[in-house]
């Protein structure tokens, strides 16, 4: 029987009416632990796993799952109408969407968010269904030069055609792995750059950071812009939603590779958060001509929002077919399986097909169940901007203090969220991008780990990374990546220069 | 005089009464503290704890799990510290307590907590791939030798259990590895399924995926007897017919991680009464078995005198590799 007939079967699992009705209960559970910042996925289905202990393995993993996804479209909504993200995931989807909702088209902003983001899941999980057997052993492939080198094409995708001036992209990179490298290290097992601080030897919350620098950074922003007390004037309009959809045609080609990046970031494992930074990145280059990115061009949104959530759902196969998570919350939801009594690995899919199929085809309803759920608060939550800043403006300072807190209860971190307020703020005024201090937080340590690893294996030679083709094609074509843009700059620039002369 | 006598006994009777209501219970909800992140060994250790709790009803106060697993589990400690002698939060653990200020500076001693009770031993055994040239522990150990410090030996984390053991081995039989730290168990499990590492000594419920699918197998065990008898895992092979190390011919007898739970130190006598019976109960529940059998730990149940001395001598032991390797802190 092919993986057809067995996720017919999984699809006979899924469909009763008790699964259909915790479904949405989860995205509903989802979406709110996702809207608020900090609270993230991973704290949500922590506190979900005591509750399951008693159901029934399938039902219990649909409610986690369910959740997962309500907590990933939660997450695009704060980062859209105030610059917050939600989740690590969501990150890039600030860099457009906000722009986007605060010239008035917050409706739009949030219609082409979600339903990419429900195109980006779907895709996802045909990926899963289709590829099942063959995806795990891919994964098998990966070593830690092969991880290293997944990094280094997420670093080099997204920076090689940075905006910015290059030596304030270079300065705000280095700033981001500096704090990375903050708390235990791995292979080294010794404290870095803690200065005996107590509170540091955790490191620096990465979601922290971002709360601190986008939510109060921008509120700063705003403060300083002349305190403008009215709320942004959006039209809300049911037909808006529809315009946007029928729009959504035109981004076929951002859709497409979007998916195929977040699948692959999905597989291999990357995770979402490097996911969606990526094909930011990707879009940023290869789009055509129009509108700046960054000022709300649609394809900033489509782009990050697909790749995200089609690594997020990929990310469940690495987890139930090799027992390795790619995200956060995949690896409470693994801790979940033991307790079921469940072992998470290549012999899954043999001795628990029921289990794994179920999975699979609730995947498919609970992600169509989230996009119907999300779009319908698209009206709610658009209105949320018309509010006064007055009212507004301390309400985001209340969840931006209480998110950073519910990371890891700790109040040291209320002041990290202050400190980095400020340096967001003197960031935007310095014209220094935040974009690669964020990808170099998220992804320094890992890269760290993933290189000297290889460097230990391979007794420190860099012919590692070269070593096979898997390893080498990665490598070759994040230089392409991060070279090429810079060689047709010099070009262009040294072309100019010849036309001037010849003007002369 | 009777009068005396009645106040007398009145003040017996009243002191007697005392004695049986001196027994302590929790007055407000207890914290589990994990040292560990979410889905670790030691936060399923602590859930499972939690909903057994629940489910027989053993404390009167909710219970609230909070990862503390900064720093190898540091975080959790050091909390400790700053808890003093409160006897509403219980720290789970492994031998990090009492092992990592060994390695790093830390900012709390073993002195800061008070250990209830040791629920299982988790073990550890040397897996290599399954197509790999060595029959058993005694090859493998062979082929090291001949090409010293060429065989990459995977484990979880530096400084830490597995890098320790594999330290052990090495100063037993004169082999020399080259170990490779990572994140977790789970991702040692699947680098060596695929290749990239030549053995790692993960506990049983870390492999045991990919060795029902046949990719890696057990050489051999570092504990004094062989495992409990199971269903065969792969082939007709179960966990009772893996060798112990010691009948290998490595010799050391046995290596196991204790699962832990402590206090933070400056409770009284009657509290730690307490957490000790709880936990006891726990162990004896069918919940308990079930899941020492599923993540196949050795289930054993050690408080008092036997946890003190099980605790010093591992804590002996391992510092004497420790500063074979010049691993302490100063």
């Not at chain 2, 007398?8 to 929790?26: E, I, K, M, N, V």
């Amino acid at each position: 029987m092919g993986n057809f007939g067995l996720l017919m079967e999984g699809f006979q699992v899924a469909i009763t009416p008790m699964h259909i009705g915790i479904m949405v209960v989860g995205v509903m559970l989802g979406l709110i632990v996702g809207v608020l910042p900090g609270l993230g996925a991973p704290n949500g289905v922590s506190l979900l796993i005591p509750l399951t202990f008693t159901m029934d393995p399938v039902s219990a993993i649909i409610l986690l799952a369910s959740m997962y996804w309500g907590a990933l479209f939660g997450g695009s909504t704060t980062s859209i109408l105030f610059n917050i993200p939600g989740e690590p995931s969501s990150v890039a989807t600030t860099f457009d969407g906000y722009p986007m909702a605060q010239k008035g088209q917050t409706t739009r902003a949030l219609t082409l968010a979600f339903m990419s983001a429900g195109i980006g899941a779907l895709v996802g999980v045909v990926v899963i269904t289709l590829l099942s057997t063959w995806a795990a052993e891919f994964a098998l492939r990966f070593g830690a030069p092969e991880y290293f080198s997944v990094y280094f094409l997420a670093f080099c995708a997204f920076i090689g055609m940075g905006s910015s001036a290059p030596l304030k992209t270079i300065i705000s990179l280095l700033v981001g792995l500096a704090l990375s490298t903050v708390g235990m290290d791995t292979i080294t097992g010794t404290l870095r750059l803690t200065f005996g601080v107590n509170e540091l030897m955790g490191g620096v919350s990465f979601l922290v950071v971002v709360i601190g620098l986008f939510g109060i950074g921008e509120l700063l922003m705003t403060v300083q812009d002349g305190l403008r007390f009215r709320g942004v004037t959006s039209r809300i309009d049911l037909r808006d939603v529809f315009r946007t959809i029928a729009e959504l045609p035109r981004y076929w080609a951002t859709l497409l590779r979007s998916s195929a990046i977040g699948t692959w970031m999905g597989i291999t494992p990357g995770g979402p958060t490097a996911a969606s930074f990526m094909s930011y990145g990707v879009a940023r280059q290869w789009s055509r001509p129009g509108e700046p990115f960054g000022k709300g061009r649609p394809e900033g949104i489509v782009a990050p929002e697909t790749a995200d959530h089609s690594a997020g759902t990929c990310a469940m196969l690495p987890m139930l077919a090799l027992g390795v998570p790619s995200s956060a919350t995949a690896a409470v939801m693994m801790g979940g399986l033991m307790i079921w009594g469940l072992t998470p690995g290549p012999m899954l899919f043999a001795t628990k097909p029921d289990f794994v199929w179920g999975l699979i085809a609730s995947m498919y309803i609970s992600n169509i169940v989230a996009v119907v759920l999300v779009m319908a608060t698209v009206p709610m939550f658009a209105a949320l901007l018309r509010i006064p800043f007055a009212i507004i403006g301390p309400v985001i300072v209340a969840i931006c203090f209480v998110g950073a807190y519910t990371v890891s209860s700790a109040t040291f971190d209320l002041w990290l969220v202050l400190l980095f307020g400020v340096i967001g703020y003197l960031f935007s005024k310095l014209n220094y991008p935040l974009a690669p201090l964020v990808l170099a937080m998220v992804l320094g340590h890992k890269a760290e780990n993933a290189f000297h690893q290889s460097m230990i294996l391979s007794d420190g030679s860099l012919g590692v990374f070269w070593s096979n083709p898997l390893v080498g094609s990665i490598m070759t074509l994040a230089l392409i990546l991060v070279l090429v843009p810079q060689l047709s700059r010099l070009v262009s620039k040294f072309r100019s220069r010849g036309t001037l002369r010849s003007a002369q | 005089m009777k009068k005396t006598s009645i106040v007398l006994a009145l003040a017996a009777t009243l002191l007697l009464s005392a004695g049986a209501f001196a027994q302590w219970a929790p007055e407000r909800p207890v914290e589990f503290i994990v040292a560990s992140g979410a889905g670790g060994g030691t936060d399923n250790f602590a859930r499972t704890i939690q909903s057994i709790i629940a489910q027989h009803d053993l404390m009167d106060q909710s219970v609230v799990v909070l990862n503390k697993g900064a720093g190898s589990g540091a975080e959790a400690f050091v909390y400790a510290k700053g808890n003093a002698g409160d006897p509403h939060k219980l720290i789970f653990g492994t031998n990090n307590v009492y092992l990592l200020p060994h390695v790093a500076k830390m900012a709390y001693t073993s002195e800061d907590l008070v250990p209830v009770a040791a629920l299982a031993l988790d073990e550890f055994l040397i897996w290599v791939k399954a197509d790999a040239p060595y029959a058993d522990a005694a090859a493998f150990i062979e082929a090291a030798k001949a090409s010293p410090g060429s065989i990459p030996f995977g484990g979880s984390q530096s400084k830490d259990t597995d890098e320790t053991l594999v330290a052990l081995v090495e100063q037993k039989t004169g082999a020399e590895f080259k170990y490779v730290p990572f994140n977790g168990g789970g991702e040692v499990g699947v680098q060596l399924a695929g290749g990239h590492i030549a053995a790692n000594v993960n506990n049983p419920n870390e492999n045991l995926g990919q060795w029902q699918a046949g990719a890696i197998k057990p050489l051999c065990v570092f504990s004094d007897e062989r495992m409990a008898e199971s269903e065969p895992i792969h082939g007709d092979m179960g966990w009772h017919d893996i060798p112990t190390c010691a009948e290998s011919g490595i010799d050391i007898s046995a290596y196991q991680m204790p699962r832990t739970v402590w206090l933070p130190a400056g409770v009284s006598d009657e509290q730690l009464a307490f957490y000790v019976d709880v936990m006891e109960k726990v162990s004896q529940t069918p919940e308990w078995q079930e899941y020492v059998a599923n993540t196949s730990q050795t289930g054993r149940f050690l408080a008092g005198d036997d946890l003190a001395s099980f605790i010093d001598n591992s804590e002996t032991s391992t510092v004497e590799v420790f500063k074979a390797e010049g691993w302490t802190a100063q």
